[in-house]
C-alpha cells in the first residue's frame, strides 16, 4: 500500500481493501523497502492528494524484461475498475473529511 517516499491515505488504502475483499480478488498488503513511486510527487502536491500505491509484483522490473503473472495483472485491472465503479463524491470527499476521525 505504501513505498518509502508515500503516506498513503488510509482511507483510500483501506477503501481499496474492501473493494478487494467485496469482488473477492486476491489482494496482499506490501510494503516496499527501497524505491518509490509517482505517489510521492502526488500525494505531495499543493495541500495532498488522497493516494495510495496499487501495484503489480514485477520481476525484473527496471530492465528491458520485466516479467509479471498474467493473474496479477487482471486480478489489479478487476481491482481498479470495482474502486472506479464504487467511487462516487460521497465516496471521494471521504477521503479527506477528518471531522468525524
Known sequence: M????TIPNRRLSQFA?????????????????????DARAVHLHK???PSAVISIPVRYA???VGVVNLDD?????????AMLKRLDEKTVLSFTDFRDS
Open 62 to 64: 527496471h530492465s528491458h
Open 17 to 37: 481493501i474492501d473493494t478487494a475483499q467485496a469482488h473477492g480478488i486476491p489482494h496482499q498488503i506490501a510494503v516496499r523497502e527501497s524505491g518509490a513511486t
Open 73 to 81: 495483472y487482471d486480478h489489479t485491472v478487476d481491482l481498479l475498475i
Open 47 to 49: 495541500s495532498g492528494i
Open 2 to 5: 505504501f513505498d518509502p517516499a
